[in-house]
C-alpha cells in the first residue's frame, strides 16, 4: 500500500470548524474554573459564619451568668445591660449578627434566635440563622476583689482606706493595710472570710473613702467567677485644714471680754448659711477644711450682744442712734476697729453671701497659722436711775432689792436698798440703740422685792417674798439717754397675810371587801398620813382645830400600800378619774373613800420543744415583754434548762382582770403579756402573743421551734 501525501490546505469551513471547537473547550474551561472559585469563596464566607454563631452563643452563655434575667432586653449593640460586645473580630468585617430572645413557655427557659449576614465580593447578599435554647444556669462561683491603693502625692501605700463594694442590693467592705500582704496587694476582700471568695459574679462599684483624702469611685468592675480581680487606684490627698480664732475685744481698752449671757452668741457664717456658734465666751474656734485649692470666705459676727451688756459702736442704717443691739459683723464693719459712723447693713447683709461678696474674712488652704478675727464690741452705753423703795404706807423699806430689766422683761442687774430705802442703778440707754425708738414700750424698767410677814397654816409665821409693780424708767415718754439721770420711785405692798386652811379626812378601802385598810398611805398633793387599824387617816396640825393644817384650794388624792395598785384619783394606770377636791377654811373636810384593788400575781413556765424531733431544746433565750405595778412596760428574761424549761415568777395578772373588766371604777385599757424565744444558730425565732394571766393560776406555754433548714 502506498501513502499518498496531499498537499492541499484546510478549506475556509473546516478552519471555522476548529476555531469553534477550540473557543468552546477555552468557554467551558473559563466557566469551570469560575464555578469552583465561587463555590470556594462560598464555603469560606459560611465557614467563618459558623464560627460566628459560635462565638456568639459563648458570649451569650457568658452574659447569662449574671444576666440571665435581662437576655430579653439584649443585642450585639452598644450600651447593652448584658454587656455584650457589638465589636466583631478581624477578619469578619462584612458580616453583622443580630439576636432576639424571648421566654419559651417560662422565665425559666429562653428561645435565642441569632442571624449571621454578610455580603460576598460579588456583592450577592447570604443570611445564616440559628436556633438555640437555655435555661437559668446555676450560680456561678463567687470572685473577688484585690489591689493596692496608693497615696497619689508620693505613691506610699495608703493604709485605713474604707474600701467599698456594692451591686446594688449586696455591700462588702474592707480596710486597707499599711503593708501588702502575700498578694503584693493592701486590700482583699477575700480577708473577711479567710481567703474564701465571696464576692457574687457581676458588674460592682467600688468607693473608698479616708480621712484627709479625696473619695474614689469607679464603676462597673466585672466580677467573674471563681477569679480575682486586680482594681489598683490612688487616692488625692486634701488641703490641709487651717482655723479661724475670733474673739471679743472691748472697744474701749482694747482687752479681750466674753459673752455672760445665754442669750448672746458669736457666729460664723459661710455664703449665709451658719457653720458655728457659740455663747458663755470669748472666743469661739473652727477648723475650715478643704475639698480642694480654692480658699474659703466668711463672716464674724454676734448676736444679741446686748444681753452681755456689749453693743456695736456704729449705727447700722439709721442716724437717730449711736450704736447698734447686736453687736458687730465683718461683713458691715469695714475697718478693724468700728467707728461711731453709720454703717450699712442693707447692702451688706449682716450674715454677709458669697455674691455681693461681704463674706470678706479669706481662708486659705494649709498648712498655716489661724486666721485670727478681732470683734470690736463696746459697752452698752448707760444711764443713772434712782429713787427709793417704800411700801403701801410710804415706809422706807430698808435691806430691799430693786432690780433693772430691758424693755422685753430679760433680767439686767439687781442692787440692795439703803436704810432709807434709797437705791441707785445703771441700766442701759436704750433709745441710743438701734433699733429701739422712743416709745414708751421701749423704755428700760424696774421694780422692788422685798419681804413681808405671813402666817402660814397650823399658825406657822414666816416671811413671803413678793414683788412690786413694774415701773418704766423715764414713763413720761421722753428718751433714756446715755449719761442721763433718772428718777424712779417703787411703791410695794407690805401688809402682813394670813393664810386660809382647813382640815381632810377619809378612809382607804379595799374595793373588794368594803374593809379599811392600815397602814396605807394616803396623800393630798404631796402632804400625806398613814391610815389607822381601821384605815382612817386625817390630815390636820396634830391637835384639835384651830388651826387648820391644809391651804384653801384644790387638791388630787393617792392612795398606797404593799400588794395593791397604785390609786390616783387623776387615773394613772388602772383606775377612772375622780374629781379632784376643794379644801374650804376653817373646817374639816370629807375626802371620797379611796377604793384600792389588791395586787395579784402567778407563774408562767415555758417548755420549749424541737418540732422536727419533739426533744427539748436546751439555752433557749426567752423574753417575756410584761408590766409593773405601775402600768410601765417591763421585760422579763431567762434561758431554758436541760429539759427545755424555765419559769417566770410572780409575773403581774393582765389587765383587766375577771373582777374590773366592765366595772365604772376601772380602766379598761388592755396590757397583756407576749413571750419571745430565740435560739438564733439554729432555729427560727418564735413570738407568742398573747398570754392571758389570771390571779394565783399558773400557766404553762408550749414553744414549738422550727429549725432552720425546714423553712
Not at 467551558?28 to 462565638?55: E, I, M, P, W
Not at 477578619?91 to 417560662?106: C, K, L, P, Q, Y
Request: aromatic share 10%; glycine share 10%.
Amino acid at each position: 500500500m502506498f501513502l499518498v501525501r496531499s498537499n492541499r490546505a484546510f478549506s475556509l469551513v473546516e478552519a471555522i470548524v476548529g476555531i469553534t471547537i477550540i473557543a468552546a473547550i477555552a468557554v467551558v474551561s473559563y466557566l469551570g474554573a469560575g464555578t469552583c472559585f465561587r463555590a470556594d469563596l462560598h464555603n469560606s464566607d459560611q465557614t467563618l459564619a459558623v464560627h460566628l454563631l459560635q462565638k456568639s452563643q459563648e458570649e451569650i452563655r457568658l452574659a447569662a451568668q449574671s444576666h440571665y434575667d435581662q437576655l430579653n432586653t439584649c443585642d450585639f449593640v452598644a450600651g447593652n445591660t448584658c454587656g455584650l460586645s457589638e465589636t466583631l473580630p478581624t477578619g469578619f468585617d462584612r458580616f453583622t449578627r443580630s439576636m432576639a430572645i424571648v421566654d419559651e413557655g417560662s422565665t425559666e427557659l429562653k428561645r435565642i434566635e441569632i442571624q449571621v449576614q454578610w455580603t460576598d465580593v460579588l456583592g450577592n447578599v447570604h443570611m445564616m440563622p440559628s436556633v438555640m435554647f437555655m435555661s437559668r444556669p446555676p450560680n456561678p462561683l463567687p470572685g473577688n476583689i484585690i489591689g493596692v491603693v496608693t497615696d497619689e502625692s508620693n505613691g506610699n501605700l495608703l493604709g485605713g482606706v474604707l474600701v467599698q463594694i456594692t451591686n446594688g442590693t449586696v455591700t462588702h467592705a474592707i480596710t486597707s493595710t499599711g503593708s501588702l500582704t502575700g498578694k503584693n496587694v493592701n486590700y482583699d476582700f477575700s480577708q473577711s472570710t479567710g481567703g474564701t471568695f465571696n464576692i457574687e459574679v457581676g458588674a460592682w462599684n467600688l468607693t473608698a473613702t479616708r480621712d484627709g483624702y479625696e473619695p474614689t469611685t469607679i464603676n462597673n468592675i466585672d466580677v467573674l467567677s471563681n477569679a480575682e480581680r486586680r482594681v489598683d487606684f490612688t487616692m488625692k490627698p486634701l488641703p490641709e485644714p487651717r482655723q479661724i480664732i475670733a474673739r471679743l475685744r472691748n472697744t474701749e481698752t482694747g482687752s479681750y471680754v466674753s459673752f455672760g449671757h445665754s442669750y448672746s452668741w458669736i457666729r460664723l457664717y459661710e455664703d449665709g448659711s451658719l457653720r458655728h456658734r457659740v455663747r458663755y465666751t470669748g472666743q469661739l474656734t473652727w477648723t475650715v477644711d478643704f475639698d480642694d485649692t480654692n480658699p474659703r470666705y466668711f463672716t464674724v459676727n454676734t448676736d444679741q450682744a446686748f444681753y452681755s451688756m456689749y453693743v456695736g459702736n456704729f449705727a447700722c442704717n439709721s442716724a437717730s442712734f449711736r450704736y447698734y443691739a447686736d453687736g458687730w459683723s465683718s461683713a458691715v464693719v469695714r475697718d478693724d476697729l468700728a467707728s461711731p459712723a453709720l454703717v450699712d447693713c442693707t447692702s451688706y447683709p449682716w450674715n454677709g453671701n458669697a455674691m455681693g461678696g461681704t463674706d470678706r474674712i479669706q481662708v486659705t488652704p494649709g498648712p498655716g497659722p489661724a486666721v485670727n478675727v478681732d470683734v470690736w464690741v463696746h459697752p452698752v452705753p448707760l444711764a443713772r436711775v434712782w429713787g427709793y423703795l417704800r411700801d403701801q404706807n410710804g415706809n422706807p423699806v430698808s435691806n430691799g432689792y430693786v432690780y433693772g430689766y430691758w424693755h422685753n422683761g430679760r433680767h439686767i442687774r439687781r442692787v440692795p436698798t439703803e436704810s432709807d430705802g434709797s437705791y441707785e442703778i445703771y441700766l442701759p440707754a436704750q433709745q441710743e440703740i438701734e433699733p429701739w425708738g422712743n416709745s414708751i414700750g421701749n423704755h428700760p424698767r424696774v421694780r422692788g422685792r422685798a419681804a413681808r410677814q405671813i402666817v402660814l397654816c397650823c399658825d406657822n409665821n414666816s416671811w413671803q417674798t413678793v414683788y412690786s409693780p413694774v415701773y418704766r424708767v423715764n414713763s413720761g415718754g421722753n428718751p433714756v439717754l446715755e449719761g442721763g439721770d433718772y428718777r424712779v420711785d417703787i411703791s410695794i405692798d407690805l401688809t402682813p397675810q394670813i393664810q386660809d386652811c382647813g382640815n381632810a379626812g377619809g378612809r382607804v378601802v379595799d374595793i373588794q371587801s368594803g374593809g379599811g385598810l392600815s397602814n396605807a398611805r394616803a396623800y393630798l398633793r404631796g402632804d400625806n398620813r398613814l391610815t389607822d387599824g381601821a384605815g382612817n387617816y386625817v390630815f390636820d396640825c396634830g391637835s384639835a382645830p384651830p388651826p387648820y393644817c391644809l391651804l384653801q384650794r384644790w387638791y388630787y388624792y393617792r392612795g398606797r400600800r404593799s400588794g395593791y395598785y397604785p390609786f390616783d384619783s387623776r387615773g394613772g394606770a388602772w383606775y377612772s378619774d375622780r374629781s379632784d377636791i376643794f379644801i374650804q377654811q376653817d373646817m374639816t373636810n370629807a375626802v371620797p373613800d379611796i377604793e384600792m384593788l389588791s395586787l395579784c400575781r402567778s407563774s408562767i413556765t415555758v417548755q420549749v420543744n424541737d418540732t422536727s424531733t419533739g426533744y427539748p431544746v436546751p439555752n433557749a433565750n426567752l423574753t417575756l415583754d410584761a408590766h409593773n405595778e405601775s402600768g410601765s412596760s417591763i421585760s422579763l428574761s431567762g434561758v431554758t434548762n436541760s429539759s427545755g424549761s424555765y419559769t417566770f415568777n410572780n409575773v403581774i395578772e393582765t389587765w383587766p382582770t375577771p373582777y374590773t373588766s366592765g366595772h365604772p371604777s376601772f380602766k379598761q385599757t388592755i396590757r397583756q403579756h407576749s413571750l419571745s424565744v430565740d435560739s438564733s444558730a439554729f432555729y427560727d425565732p418564735l413570738v407568742i402573743s398573747p398570754i392571758i394571766l389570771n390571779c394565783g393560776v399558773p400557766r404553762t406555754i408550749q414553744a414549738d421551734l422550727v429549725p432552720k433548714d425546714q423553712m
